[in-house]
């Protein structure tokens, strides 16, 4: 009776065992997929989060987004680089026009489009900010600098060269004038005013071509080929022999082993032709240009140095630009256009090279242009390679 009675204990014991460990077991697995939903959920939302992070921070304007109390909960990473880092609330704001801007459109206010000149990095940007509906303000920033530093140079470059042409223009209209007077009432002076007249067209020639190859260089490098730059320097100088001979200079080449170098040769010649005519012109009677050829560690290097007037300090780093002159008076008289120096830099760039200067006020300038490394020759030059006088 005692055993049946255990028997029946123990089955009601299991029943219930099993009722309970049942529900138990139900609530183990409703918890487990909650945790999973959850988990799922935060995925999803981190998900979504990185790629909102993601895609602001590739965008190119920068971004920042106050509360309603001017703090910054939100900034990409251009905003960093236009604003500073540290940048944690309105007042942070070094421009005072930004901070305006931000406030407006807090409060409601018009909110118009602003160009401001950043001095922390002297970036301008385009600024525009709008109110979100729970108060925060999302200010946007965009970075103009090199479009108007463009428009000031299209600018800039449309005036000199309006003014470049325009005093060869006029006084070739004034010498034909003159010219058609003095036929009859001083014929003696046809001469002179014809001469003048000649060296007025020359010019303007002159600035005309240069504008022309200026404008060719900007759009690119010319066809690319195997050339021999040694004789493209040698021909050169051969072809500026009688002007530096009638200036009195004497000029030293040193070209000894062959240079190769890939890249085009009629804008190569180019390049030396307005080193070598720079420093004819800015060189004295009695002077020397010396202009070397070499390789130096597998680059190509050309240096054109003069005895001439030399660059002062100020106008070292302005040299390349498009008309500018350090003596305008000697270059206008010698025939020079403002523009070969400009044209050695595009070439210079076009070839992945560069160029740099050294000069003293008064003893001369050395101009020294390097070619980026190329592999030698595979087989000997020879006399079909691009750089070699007609014969």
């Known amino acids: 009776m005692f055993a049946l009675g255990l028997g029946i204990g123990a089955l009601a014991a299991s029943l219930v065992f099993v009722g309970v460990s049942g529900r138990l077991s139900r609530s183990l697995r409703r918890l487990r997929d909650a945790h999973q939903d959850a988990a799922g959920r935060a995925d999803a939302a981190e998900a979504d989060r990185s790629a909102r992070e993601a895609i602001l921070s590739s965008l190119e304007d920068a971004i920042v987004l106050f509360s309603p109390q001017g703090r910054v909960v939100y900034?990409?990473?251009?905003?960093?680089?236009?604003?500073?880092?540290?940048?944690?609330?309105?007042?942070?704001?070094?421009?005072?026009?930004?901070r305006r801007l931000v406030a407006s459109a807090s409060d409601g206010g018009p909110v118009p489009l602003l160009e401001v000149l950043l001095g922390p990095t002297g970036r301008i940007v385009q600024a525009s900010a709008s109110r979100i509906p729970d108060g925060h303000v999302l200010l946007v920033l965009r970075d103009v600098t090199g479009a108007r530093v463009g428009e000031a140079v299209r600018r800039d470059f449309v005036a000199n060269a309006s003014h470049e042409l325009k005093t060869p223009v006029a006084s070739i209209q004034a010498l034909a004038e003159t010219l058609l007077s003095a036929a009859s009432a001083?014929?003696?002076?046809?001469?002179?005013?014809?001469?003048?007249l000649e060296r007025e067209s020359v010019r303007l020639s002159r600035v005309v071509g240069d504008l022309l190859d200026l404008s060719r260089l900007e759009s690119g490098a010319g066809e690319r080929e195997r050339i021999r730059l040694d004789r493209l320097v040698e021909e050169e100088a051969e072809r500026l022999h009688p002007r530096s001979e009638e200036a009195g200079l004497t000029v030293v080449l040193q070209t000894k082993d062959p240079v190769p170098i890939h890249g085009s040769a009629r804008d190569v010649r180019l390049l030396i032709r307005n080193l070598m005519e720079n420093a004819i012109q800015y060189s004295r009677p009695g002077g020397t240009i010396e202009i070397a050829v070499r390789a130096d560690d597998r680059e190509a290097v050309v240096t054109v140095a003069d005895t001439g007037v030399g660059i002062p300090t100020r106008d070292r780093d302005r040299i390349f630009e498009r008309f500018y002159r350090v003596d305008r008076a000697r270059s206008r008289e010698t025939g020079g256009t403002g523009l070969g120096l400009s044209i050695?830099?595009?070439?210079?760039?076009?070839?992945?090279?560069?160029?740099?200067?050294?000069?003293?006020?008064?003893?001369?300038?050395?101009?020294?242009?390097?070619?980026?490394?190329?592999?030698?020759?595979?087989?000997?030059?020879?006399?079909?390679?691009?750089?070699?006088?007609?014969?």
């Not at 900034?75 to 236009?82: G, P």
């Not at 740099?356 to 008064?362: D, K, N, Q």
């Open 344 to 391: 050695v830099k595009h070439v210079v760039e076009n070839h992945g090279g560069n160029v740099t200067v050294e000069s003293e006020l008064g003893r001369g300038s050395t101009f020294t242009v390097r070619f980026p490394p190329r592999d030698a020759p595979s087989r000997p030059m020879e006399e079909k390679d691009i750089g070699i006088l007609p014969r």
């Open 75 to 98: 900034r990409n990473a251009v905003s960093s680089e236009l604003l500073g880092g540290g940048l944690d609330g309105l007042a942070g704001l070094a421009s005072t026009a930004l």
């Open 186 to 196: 001083d014929p003696a002076a046809v001469p002179r005013f014809a001469e003048q």
